[in-house]
């Protein structure tokens, strides 16, 4: 088993930045790629950002390339999404998540654990 704790988020303003935290302990060496999805209140959960486990590649959802960044600390097993230039639009429960099998995927169906979700709110 994986177990994933989340930390971060708040609440913003528009413009501004912020940084989320999950630290994957447990089964670490079964994960294939760690994902960051995102609900909002009425939606349906949705894809943001990934990065394979080993090797660090990115993936990216439509709606967040070129101001969303995963990146990943191996020494800690924590990967984090840096969040820049934050929008209204982007409130929402963040997810960080554990995909354990190939190919990597970007649907919620496609991951296996979950961490316990975060709030981000960016209003003015």
């Known amino acids: 088993q994986v177990q994933l704790v989340q930390s971060g988020g708040g609440s913003v303003q528009p413009g501004a930045s912020l940084r989320l935290s999950c630290v994957a302990s447990?089964?670490?060496?079964?994960?294939?790629?760690m994902g960051w999805f995102r609900q909002a209140p009425g939606k349906e959960r949705e894809f943001v950002v990934g990065?394979?486990?080993?090797?660090?590649?990115?993936y990216y959802g439509d709606s967040v390339k070129g101001y969303f960044t995963p990146s990943k600390d191996d020494s800690t097993n924590t990967v984090y999404l840096q969040m820049n230039n934050l929008r209204p639009e982007d409130t929402a429960v963040y997810y960080c998540?554990?995909?354990?099998?190939?190919?990597?995927?970007?649907?919620?169906?496609?991951?296996?654990?979950w961490g316990q979700g975060t709030q981000v709110t960016v209003s003015s």
């Open positions: 998540a554990a995909d354990l099998s190939f190919p990597v995927g970007s649907q919620s169906s496609d991951y296996d654990y």
């Open positions: 447990g089964g670490t060496s079964s994960i294939k790629g």
């Open positions: 990065i394979f486990w080993s090797g660090g590649s990115k």
